[in-house]
């Protein structure tokens, strides 16, 4: 069983940045970062593996960075030039090789305002 602690949400301002945290209390092979808005479906936004690839939604590409240590099983999400489209709930996911995400956590607010 994997837990995964997130932090780092909060209200910014258009233009702005926040980076978030997710702390997994193991080693795990990929972990990615989803959203969630209300009324629409819960989407990828970036995920990474242990080796180091990424993979990005379009709708951030450019303004948003993954990255991982592995010493630290921890995973960052680096937002920039923030909208006020990027405003949702943002869940850590992990899972283990050639498997789905399994393992989530309980969710961090993110708010941009106009």
């Known amino acids: 069983q994997v837990q995964l602690v997130e932090s780092g949400g909060g209200l910014v301002q258009a233009g702005g940045s926040l980076r978030l945290s997710c702390a997994a209390s193991g080693s795990i092979y990929r972990l990615g970062w989803f959203r969630q808005a209300p009324g629409k479906q819960r989407e990828l936004v970036a995920s990474i593996t242990s080796g180091g690839t990424t993979n990005y939604a379009d709708s951030v590409k450019g303004r948003f960075a993954i990255s991982r240590d592995n010493a630290k099983n921890t995973v960052y999400l680096q937002m920039n030039s923030l909208k006020p489209e990027d405003t949702a709930v943002y869940y850590c996911?992990?899972?283990?090789?050639?498997?789905?995400?399994?393992?989530w956590g309980q969710g961090t607010q993110v708010t941009v305002s106009s």
């Open positions: 996911a992990a899972a283990y090789f050639k498997q789905e995400y399994n393992y």
